[in-house]
């Protein structure tokens, strides 16, 4: 690893510390959901937990690399600091990594109290192997949101990336299903569900982990998703290249 990606890496870390706001916001509202609304009522269930923990799992990556990356990059976009740091001779690559170690650590703050709740207070539990193959799933879900925050960084302005970040997270768990079983969910809900990617992660993780089948429609369209995003990633950057350093 180069000592640019590490230097950036460190500034970004800072600045992240220094205004916490990210990091409480994705540490504490999906424990908050697994304390209060999960552990109740099927904390005891083994298979209803694990599943139930899986999926929050998923929830608090969404909310941590799609609120990290949107508004880190929103935020370098419209900053004079940000537009001085994309000219220096390192390029774009070590900024990215920065930013990209950044959202792991982000990612841990929103996935470990939720693991530590579900091992020490609930009945969840899977074979190491299936736990190995789950946090391989992880990781593709993880690139999947990263996509979907950059390319909100790339495409929205800081406001606009603060407000989507604000009352964005909740639709797209809703669509995708993550918070009802197959017995709870409306009809309309079950229809769009496999076609949002919120789902096709959720579906990933849980296969991996419980063996359980899932259905196909929705792991094909995480695939779309992630070319998609990536396009649109790959666009929205060109695109500010162009409009600011031409």
């Known amino acids: 690893m180069s000592s640019l990606t590490l230097t950036y890496t460190r500034r970004n870390l800072v600045e992240n ?19 209060f609304f999960v552990v109740p009522f099927i904390g005891q269930d083994a298979a ?14 969404l909310m ?21 740091v994309r000219t220096l001779p390192g390029g774009i690559v070590p900024q990215m ?25 609930t009945a969840a539990a899977a074979p190491a192997p299936r736990v190995l193959l789950a946090a391989g799933a992880l990781l593709a879900v993880v690139v999947t949101f990263t996509l979907m925050g950059l390319a909100m960084g790339y495409l929205m302005s800081m406001r606009v990336a603060l407000i989507a970040n604000s009352i964005g997270f909740l639709p797209l768990a809703v669509a995708g299903g993550m918070f009802f079983d197959d017995s709870t969910a409306p009809e309309f809900i079950e229809q769009i569900a496999p076609f949002v990617p919120t789902r096709g992660a959720t579906d990933l993780v849980l296969v991996a982990l ?3 089948p899932v259905g196909a429609t929705s792991l094909v369209m995480l695939a779309v998703w992630v070319v998609v995003l990536a396009a649109l990633t790959v666009w929205g950057h060109r695109r500010d290249q162009v409009r600011r350093f031409a």
């Open 48 to 61: 209803a937990i694990t599943s139930g923990t899986a999926t929050l799992v998923v929830f608090g990556a």
């Open 97 to 121: 990594f920065g930013h990209l170690l950044v959202g792991l650590v982000v990612v841990a703050a929103a996935i470990i109290p939720i693991l530590v709740v579900a091992g020490l207070f």
């Open 64 to 84: 941590a690399c799609v609120g990290h990356f949107s508004i880190a990059i929103a935020a370098q976009r419209e900053s004079t600091w940000g537009n001085y």
């Open 210 to 212: 419980t063996g359980e």
């Open 17 to 35: 510390i220094r205004t916490p706001t990210m990091f409480l916001t994705v540490a504490l509202v999906p424990v908050g959901v697994m304390v």
